[in-house]
Every structure is written in C-alpha cells, then in structure tokens.
C-alpha cells in the first residue's frame, strides 16, 4: 500500500499509552460553581449536532432568547448566549460598554470585583474604585455620592460576590445611574436563577452570567444583555470593539433576524441552556427564587446545630452561596479533602482575604434541595467531630 507520507519524513510523537473509555467520578458539587446540572439538562446534550444556521438551531436560539428575557425580567431586544464561561460574558460586556479612555467606576468589596477592574483597564479604561470591606455591601447613598464624584461612564457592580456570599441591593442604583448618565454594568454569575433579580425595574444597562450554578447546565454558554442605553452607546462607538469575537455589533446579526454567520455556535450547550431555561420556566420564577432561600435558611439552621456561623449577615446573605467561618484550630484544606474523599462532596475554600477563613457552600438550581442540605450537615459535623 502506498504511504500517505513521503520517504523523507516520519511521524516521531508516539501516541500515549491506550487510555479506558472515559469514567467521571460522581460528585456533589456544593461548592461557589459548578453545580450538578439537572439530569434533564444533560439528557438534551447528549443528541448529535445540528448545523448553527439550520432552521430548527435558529428557532432554538430565539427560544434561548425567550427564555433568558424572562428569566431576568428584561425586555432587552438583545439579549442571547455567549459561547465561552461567565468571564467571556463579563468580557463581552466591557469591551461593548467600554471605548479606550471612558471613566468606569468598579464598586468592589470581593474578588469578582478585581476581576471587573482588571478587564476595564485592559480595554483601555480609565477605572476608579471605592471598596467595601469583604463581606459587606454598597448602600445606595455611598454608590451615588460615588457617581457624583467619579461622573463614570459606566458603573460595574457585582450581584452576587461568590468569594464573601454577599448580595448587593440593586434597588435605586439603576435610576441613579441614568440621572448620572451612566451605564449600570452587573454580574450576576451566582444570582441568576437562584436570588431575586428585575432587570427592567432595576434599569440595568448590561448584565451576564454563567450557565453552570442557578441554571444547573453545563459550563461554556454565558448568558448576556443590553440595555437600549447601552447599545445606543455601542452604536455611536468611534472605534470598533476591541474583541473580535465578543463583539455585540457583529452577533446581534447573528441572533437577529439577518442570521449572518458569526462563529459554530456550542450548539450541544445550546441545547442544554434552553433545557435548563425551560425547567426553570416550568417551575416558575418566584417558586425557584423561593426554594432557593427555603433550602438556604434550612442549612443556616443546620450550621448553627453544628455550632458554625455565617460570615454575613442574614439580611444580605446570598441563598445561593453562604460563607461559613473556619472554627479556630481547624484546618479548612484538610476539612474539604476528607468530604471529598469522604463522602465525595466537593465545597469550596476561602477566596482572596478570606483564604483559610471561610468555606464557601452553594445551594444552586437542581442542588437546591433539603436532601443535599442534610448529607451535606451529616458529613461535615462527621468530620469536624473527627478534629481534622
Ligand atoms: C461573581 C462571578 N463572576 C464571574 C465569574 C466567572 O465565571 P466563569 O468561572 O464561568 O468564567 C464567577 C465564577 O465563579 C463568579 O462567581
């Protein structure tokens, strides 16, 4: 038979030894992300590809689109599916809000708030902070004397800081905003699907978020929105956006009515998030919202028979993700790897200034249940009792 390569060259990488068919270990995922996805959820994966401009993809991204409008309660015209995680979807909304120069004030008070800080001064920024300590929020007062002394272009503001567990008010920060002149650019990668959130009414500019924690699907499509504000803004753009592939002006016309050919969309994850998002429709908005804060408070009650505490304070505490104080003399590592190793559950450290500090424990979308509360309480009152 007649070699495909000519004589004087050879293929000199081996490949690796023959490998077993994949296996995943199974895991409780009740750490900051991800979070189990809903067996329903990863059932509509596991079909073969569609093309990204058949008839019956494009009808299931108007549906995505659908299903996310409600989800945030927005009217948003454009709003679609960042193929990428949660920080594309935060990178998309700045370089779409951001031009080289404009003034954006970060309000920060965790980790996630650097991240936002990081990407606006890599899109040419002119960024200002003020900050609060890790563990606390913005009142509305401190967040518009800030607009007043910073005249911001844009204000970014985290919902739901998953390094402290902390949930910002948002009501009125909007409407300051706009009296500002201002864009209100909000992460809401652990609060979609799982706290309270009224895109519309809280006049929101341009939100994202992440499709793995209160949406219960796989990671890799990112939720994303803008505002008429905000997109007149992106319309009277005197550069283009910065990042080809994230830019709005060119994938509007993909999700829109022309359908011009962008990029091969994830069209399996598309699958997943409009299952995910259907879910979530069928149960309803505010019965989710409430399971989340029932499971939530039932865990705080069981934290407190182990004699734990929270580090925030109830009125602010996130139901989706709770930080709990490491007990003096316990090593925190050494807790998570015998719940790991243990009882196969997966929680999260301490982030930044609260490494070593805190647990952090997420309650989100199909893991939001009394039942994983209780396995959760068993083992870890197991483990301490066993003084790690
Ligand atoms: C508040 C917040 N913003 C942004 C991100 C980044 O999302 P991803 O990890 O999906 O890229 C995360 C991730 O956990 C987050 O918690």
């Not at 009217?75 to 960042?82: D, F």
């Not at 592939?245 to 994938?251: C, F």
Request: hydrophobic residues 45%; aromatic residues 6%.
């Amino acid at each position: 038979m007649a070699t495909i390569l000519s004589p004087d060259v050879s293929i000199r990488l081996v490949p690796p030894a023959a490998l077993s068919p994949l296996v995943v270990p199974e895991r409780l995922l009740l750490g900051p992300g991800p979070s189990n996805a809903d067996p329903r959820v990863i059932a509509a994966m596991n079909h073969q590809p569609i093309g990204h401009l058949d008839a019956a993809y494009l009808a299931m991204m108007d549906e995505v689109q659908d299903l996310l409008r409600y989800t945030w309660q927005t009217a948003n015209s454009l709003t679609y599916a960042v193929a990428g995680t949660g920080s594309a979807a935060m990178e998309a909304t700045i370089a779409n809000a951001v031009e080289p120069g404009d003034r954006v004030l970060v309000a920060v008070k965790g980790y996630f708030g650097y991240r936002l800080v990081d990407m606006a001064q890599r899109y040419g920024a002119d960024v200002v902070t003020i900050q609060r300590p890790w563990g606390e929020a913005f009142t509305l007062d401190e967040l518009t004397a800030a607009l007043e002394q910073y005249r911001p272009a844009v204000l970014a503001i985290v919902h739901a800081e998953t390094s402290t567990g902390v949930r910002q008010p948002l009501e009125g920060v909007g409407a300051a905003c706009a009296a500002h002149d201002c864009l209100l650019l909000v992460d809401t990668v652990t609060s979609l699907g799982g706290v309270p959130i009224l895109l519309d009414e809280w006049q929101v500019d341009l939100a994202y978020s992440c499709s793995q924690k209160g949406l219960s699907c796989a990671p890799g499509i990112s939720p994303f929105t803008m505002s008429s504000r905000a997109v007149a803004k992106l319309d009277r753009r005197r550069q283009p956006v910065a990042n080809w592939y994230l830019d709005a002006a060119l994938l509007r016309k993909y999700w829109g009515p022309e359908r011009v050919y962008h990029h091969t969309a994830p069209v399996n994850l598309t699958y997943a998030l409009r299952e995910a998002l259907r879910l979530l429709a069928a149960e309803g908005l505010e019965a989710r919202w409430q399971r989340h804060q029932q499971t939530a408070a039932y865990f705080w009650d069981g934290l407190k028979d182990l004699g734990l505490t929270c580090h925030v304070e109830e009125s602010l505490r996130l139901p989706t993700l709770t930080t709990v104080r490491v007990p003096d003399g316990v090593d925190a590592k050494a807790v998570s790897r015998r719940l790991m190793a243990d009882y196969n559950i997966e929680v999260g450290g301490g982030l930044g200034e609260l490494g070593g500090k805190v647990w952090r424990i997420g309650l989100m979308g199909y893991n939001s249940q009394t039942e994983n509360v209780d396995t959760l309480l068993n083992a870890l009152g197991t483990v301490l009792h066993q003084k790690n």
